[in-house]
């Protein structure tokens, strides 16, 4: 197999033997692919500071089995993510590297895929920008959800709140909240249309679209998100007060 400068976004790397790298490459037209970039860890290599995280490459490799050879980089962008964007973009990474099998093309996603890089990287919420992708991503797998209509057929109202069955969809929920998932149809829409601005609406989807991936993501948990959760814990934790110190 030979590959002449495909449009492709680096989910990792890795390093390999003492040279080189593995990369993990989203790539429009050929899926995921692992790639061997020889020597890329060299200080005088011409790919040094090309592979990294986050970056529209257009590349070159050839080979055969689960591990092709990185010929040629030509590098388009790369896409600057900080703080909860560098999370979003590390989760989202994360998301296709566990759900999207190799060699299995979905350019719909990859579109999906960069476009949320590049709406983090210009400053939009990575809490809105995130849940337009796991709507696209649980698309472009087969796991799509229905927002425009309950499991009855009947159109989805703004004002229904509906509970939410990973194998039949959304049903309007009646009486008391127990504990089940629950959302507003107005989120629903929102999701649907893409649109999500008020902050009840945005925790709604967020947790409609963790219950929807769990199915498919088992057990183990992200490594993204354990990561986050850490920070968080760290940064509500209370700090000692230095007056309370009786060290010398």
Excluded at 4 to 19: G, I, N
Excluded at 43 to 57: H, N, Y
Excluded at 95 to 108: E, I, K, Q, Y
Aim: hydrophobic share 40%; with cysteine; glycine share 8%.
């Amino acid at each position: 197999m030979r590959v002449d400068l495909a449009p492709a976004l680096v989910l990792h790397r890795r390093p390999w033997r003492d040279t080189s790298f593995i990369v993990e490459a989203f790539t429009r037209d050929y899926g995921r692919v692992g790639l061997v970039a020889k020597g890329a860890r060299r200080a005088k290599s011409r790919w040094r500071g090309l592979l990294e995280p986050f970056s529209r490459l257009d590349l070159s490799w050839a080979g055969q089995g689960e591990l092709y050879t990185l010929r040629d980089i030509d590098c388009v962008t790369r896409y600057r993510l900080v703080d909860k964007s560098l999370m979003g973009g590390l989760y989202a990474s994360e998301l296709l590297m566990r759900l999207t099998a190799r060699d299995d093309p979905h350019p719909v996603l990859f579109d999906s895929f960069e476009a949320l890089l590049a709406t983090m990287a210009a400053g939009a919420p990575a809490i809105v920008a995130l849940r337009f992708f796991e709507r696209d991503l649980l698309d472009a797998l087969g796991y799509g959800l229905t927002l425009d209509h309950d499991g009855d057929g009947e159109p989805i109202a703004a004002e229904t709140r509906y509970r939410f069955d990973p194998e039949s969809g959304f049903w309007p929920a009646a009486g008391v909240e127990t504990g089940e998932l629950r959302v507003a149809g107005a989120t629903l829409r929102g999701l649907a249309e893409g649109r999500l601005t008020q902050r009840t609406r945005l925790r709604e989807a967020r947790d409609l679209m963790q219950a929807a991936l769990a199915p498919h993501l088992g057990p183990k948990p992200l490594k993204s998100v354990a990561t986050l959760k850490a920070m968080q814990d760290f940064a509500d934790a209370p700090r000692p007060n230095p007056a309370d110190d009786d060290r010398p």
